[in-house]
């Protein structure tokens, strides 16, 4: 569970109260740097560069960008992409076998980040992260709740309150 909105990601699957019908699509994605709408449910990109969507049945597809009526948790692997740019509110999870990842935030968000070496972040809202990392770089102008790896190496430009918890 994430956040407090009652979503809860099981096997992929996204609940609440009643099943969300979702569809997949592949499309065609050559781009390194990822531009995502804050409500898109699911978003894959693997090496041979397709792109595997999943989203509400209710979205609207633009090329590239979903728009979906209702704010939904979002799974995003990925693989070969090296800066992802979030325009408004992320509530999910990133995970990649990437060994660094840049990410611009611009809203606010929960989000947890795994399996990647070297994290930069910059956000402009309040966040919520739960990280498992070697490095975090982050700069920001909201709180920040940081939930990290007692290993990790934090360096952090926080304009706000911030509360640290190692594990």
Do not use: P, W
Not at 28 to 44: A, G, P, R, W, Y
């Amino acid at each position: 569970m994430i956040g407090n909105s009652g979503i809860v990601i099981d096997n992929n699957e996204l609940t609440h109260k009643k099943k969300i019908k979702t569809i997949t699509k592949k499309i065609e994605c050559s781009q390194k740097e990822v531009v995502l709408d804050s409500k898109i449910i699911n978003f894959t990109i693997k090496k041979d560069k397709k792109c595997e969507l999943t989203y509400n049945e209710n979205a609207i597809i633009e090329k590239d960008k979903i728009k979906a009526d209702k704010k939904l948790i979002v799974r995003l692997e990925v693989l070969n992409i090296d800066k992802i740019v979030v325009n408004g509110d992320y509530n999910g999870i990133i995970d990649s076998i990437n060994k660094k990842l840049f990410l611009t935030l611009k809203g606010d968000g929960v989000m947890v980040i795994k399996n990647i070496d070297n994290i930069d972040i910059e956000y402009s809202g309040d966040l919520v992260l739960d990280a498992y990392t070697k490095k975090l770089n982050i700069k920001g102008r909201g709180d920040l709740i940081l939930n990290i790896n007692k290993d990790a190496k934090i360096f952090d430009n926080i304009n706000g309150d911030l509360i640290l918890n190692r594990r």
